[in-house]
């Protein structure tokens, strides 16, 4: 979690750490936010075969798997939570995403209310 908004390269950094644990490549499914637009052209450029996109449909957040992990995570564990400050907000935002991300039958069900199949 960045405390400000990302820009184009902080994104392409993120992009490329992840493409180096796949040697074949990755296949990334985007919304169509500018950021996203801006390093997803200088990705493909820049690695041809590796960096591959599929984007959302403009305007469809319940196409979005990633839509849903936020719901959970904003109006289940942290419902009715006020921090002291951001840092704890932070800290308890990676904490409900963190136990998130254990529950795999509750990830699946994010893809399943897009109607994407794994």
């Not at 392409?12 to 997803?40: K, N």
């Amino acid at each position: 979690m960045y405390p400000h908004n990302i820009c184009h390269e902080e994104f392409q950094a993120f992009a490329v750490e992840v493409m180096r644990h796949f040697s074949r490549g990755v296949i990334w499914v985007l919304d169509r936010w500018s950021v996203h637009r801006a390093a997803a052209s200088r990705l493909q450029k820049r690695f041809p075969h590796r960096f591959q996109v599929e984007w959302l449909p403009p305007y469809a957040p319940e196409l979005n798997p990633v839509e849903q992990v936020w719901t959970r995570t904003k109006y289940g564990r942290l419902a009715n939570y006020i921090p002291e400050d951001l840092s704890e907000l932070r800290r308890s935002a990676h904490a409900a995403l963190r136990q998130l991300g254990k529950q795999q039958v509750s990830l699946k069900s994010c893809f399943t209310h897009a109607k994407l199949r794994l």
